[in-house]
Nanobody, 119 residues
Framework: QVQLVESGGGLVQFGESLRLSCQASISIFSFDAMAWYRQAVGQQRELVANITYGGSTTYVDSVKGRFTISKDNRRDTVSLQMNQLKPEDTGMYYC?????????????WGQGTQVTVSS
């Protein structure tokens, strides 16, 4: 069973930076894409950033120019560098991996890491 373990969350002030990491239990070459989602209290989970097997990236508009998703194929990790953090970036951040097996779309989730940005 695939396991994803996030780390790097914390409490920061407006304008500061954080770097989140997600360690996969298997080679990330197994995945078609990996992503970071976030969920604020009382809100739905939203896609923040996505990176494909080939390295193409996409971002939600609210983080473009501030966040960067990257992956390290040797270490089987995906990271999210978050700069110029704002209070509205506060939430639980989850790592996600997607792949196809037996003709079915499958995904795995980490347990999440909390990011809190104070004003």
């Amino acid at each position: 069973q695939v396991q994803l373990v996030e780390s790097g969350g914390g409490l920061v002030q407006f304008g500061e930076s954080l770097r989140l990491s997600c360690q996969a239990s298997i080679s990330i070459f197994s995945f078609d894409a990996m992503a970071w989602y976030r969920q604020a209290v009382g809100q739905q989970r939203e896609l923040v950033a996505n990176i494909t097997y080939g390295g193409s990236t996409t971002y939600v508009d609210s983080v473009k120019g501030r966040f960067t998703i990257s992956k390290d194929n040797r270490r089987d990790t995906v990271s999210l560098q978050m700069n110029q953090l704002k209070p509205e970036d506060t939430g639980m951040y989850y790592c996600n991996a997607k792949w196809i097996t037996g003709g079915r779309d499958v995904d795995a989730w980490g347990q999440g890491t909390q990011v809190t940005v104070s004003s």
